[in-house]
């Protein structure tokens, strides 16, 4: 078992940063694939970011891309997403989530995580 706990999430102006950090307890990081996702109301559930287990694979989804960065900590058993220069279109429940996989895997889709957090909410103001 993995338990996830979310914090960081908040109101931000447009072009803005915010970090995102997931502590996870039980399961240590170097047994599990870590990926952040984001719901916005009435939408799927989509990756954002993700971290393979030895951290040497990333993935960003296009529109990410250069403006996140996804980081561990293994000590401290927590994972990062660095937010920047944010935008109206950014706002959502954003969710990271733990996956048993191969050492240096990195899935994308959603039913490919064992493990899930409650989520935290960002908001972009214009």
């Known amino acids: 078992q993995v338990q996830l706990v979310e914090s960081g999430g908040g109101l931000v102006q447009a072009g803005g940063s915010l970090r995102l950090a997931c502590a996870a307890s039980?399961?240590?990081?170097?047994?599990?694939?870590m990926g952040w996702f984001r719901q916005a109301p009435g939408k799927e559930r989509d990756i954002v970011a993700g971290?393979?287990?030895?951290?040497?694979?990333?993935y960003y989804a296009d529109s990410m891309k250069g403006r996140f960065a996804i980081s561990k900590d293994n000590a401290k058993n927590t994972v990062y997403l660095q937010m920047n220069s944010l935008k109206p279109e950014d706002p959502a429940v954003y969710f990271c989530?733990?996956?048993?996989?191969?050492?240096?895997?990195?899935?994308?889709?959603?039913?490919?995580?064992?493990?899930w957090g409650q989520g935290t909410q960002v908001t972009v103001s214009s």
């Open positions: 989530a733990a996956a048993r996989t191969l050492y240096n895997d990195l899935p994308t889709a959603p039913t490919a995580y064992d493990y």
């Open positions: 039980g399961r240590t990081f170097s047994d599990v694939a």
């Open positions: 971290i393979s287990r030895s951290g040497l694979n990333t």
